[in-house]
């Protein structure tokens, strides 16, 4: 995704849903930040695990930012 320079990122979160807990995504972990004010490209990645500790595989979240009017 592409994020326009010198406003705060937003993440918009991830959804997860698993067969025998239904929705775990209060359990998912970020990882990695987006510099909203720096231009280049961030990824971030969600892990999730439920509560039996079952584990999906990770997913990754590429974000540019791009366009600072400095």
């Known amino acids: ?5 010198g ?3 937003v993440d918009p979160g991830v959804e ?4 025998c807990y239904g929705n775990v995504a209060s359990t998912v972990a970020r990882r990695g930040y987006v ?3 720096v ?3 961030y990824t971030v990645r ?3 695990r439920d509560s039996a500790g ?6 990754m979240r590429t974000v540019e930012v791009v366009n600072c009017p400095w």
């Open 16 to 19: 997860a849903l698993g067969a």
């Open 54 to 59: 079952n584990a999906a595989a990770p997913v």
């Open 35 to 37: 510099n909203g004010w």
């Open 46 to 48: 969600y892990e999730v």
């Open 7 to 9: 406003k705060a990122w």
């Open 39 to 41: 231009p280049g490209v």
């Open 1 to 5: 995704m592409t994020h326009t320079c």
